[in-house]
């Protein structure tokens, strides 16, 4: 079975500063989908950013942008220039071929004014 | 496009009691997923369907909780006899299957049910 695992419970960043979140996965499989989602205290899920395991470009969406290292199984976060608004939980998820989709444990980001 | 929308958006039950929760997807999804997710934690896989089938279901899922897709749109999930670790944020999502589109392979999620057992 696919894991996904999140080693930072918390992260702090200054407003307009850079911070990267981490994320590692354990799987059998050459072909799946990795995500990042925001989960605000709204509690919606919220896509970030998604990259294809087949793709060796990261993906990038504006001040998103993510680090992925298919061989070392890592799928990292980067935020630029952060804003308030991107304060919330951030969830890494992975989806494998049969579309079943795994979520870390979440990391509470706190933006810092 | 409306979105996912789940109902209730609270549920507040005694233990022992049945509860039921709804989620429409998006029209044109033919997966749909239930998730459960504790505070502090990661949504938790539960079952998901393609149109009516339910094609898997999770450990987490026990004989007290029943998932149906009927007519392969809106979706009900059933917990019998309530117990109060059952309490927790249950969280629909929907999506298109893989292979037809660039976004397919995003799920939409629903504002979720939040569910207390007291």
């Known amino acids: 079975a696919q894991t996904v695992t999140q080693s930072q419970p918390e992260m702090s960043v200054q407003e307009a500063e850079t911070v990267t979140l981490s994320c590692t996965y354990d799987?059998?499989?050459?072909?799946?989908?990795l995500f990042w989602y925001k989960q605000p205290p709204s509690r919606q899920m919220i896509l970030v950013i998604r990259?294809?395991?087949?793709?060796?470009q990261n993906a990038t969406e504006n001040r998103f942008s993510v680090n992925f290292q298919k061989a070392a199984k890592s799928f990292s976060l980067k935020i630029s220039d952060s804003q308030l608004g991107d304060a919330a939980m951030y969830f890494c998820?992975?989806?494998?071929?049969?579309?079943?989709?795994?979520f870390g444990a979440g990391t509470r980001l706190t933006v810092k004014p | 496009d409306t979105g996912v929308s789940q109902d209730p958006r609270h549920k507040i039950t005694k233990r022992g009691q049945n509860v039921t929760f709804r989620c429409d997807p998006i029209?044109?999804?033919?997966?749909l997923y239930w998730y459960r997710q504790t505070l502090g934690q990661g949504p938790e896989f539960l079952t998901y369907?393609?149109?009516?089938?339910?094609?898997?279901k999770s450990r987490l899922l026990s004989n007290r909780f029943s998932a149906e897709r009927p007519k392969g749109s809106f979706s009900t999930l059933e917990i019998q006899r309530t117990e109060q670790g059952d309490s927790a944020m249950y969280l629909c999502?929907?999506?298109?299957?893989?292979?037809?589109?660039?976004?397919?392979?995003?799920?939409?999620f629903g504002s979720g049910t939040q569910l207390s057992v007291l």
């Open positions: 369907f393609q149109n009516e089938a339910q094609l898997e």
């Open positions: 799987t059998s499989e050459s072909d799946y989908y």
């Open positions: 029209s044109e999804h033919n997966r």
């Open positions: 999502a929907s999506s298109l299957p893989r292979g037809l589109g660039a976004t397919n392979e995003k799920l939409f």
């Open positions: 990259q294809e395991a087949y793709k060796q």
């Open positions: 998820a992975y989806r494998s071929y049969n579309n079943d989709m795994r």
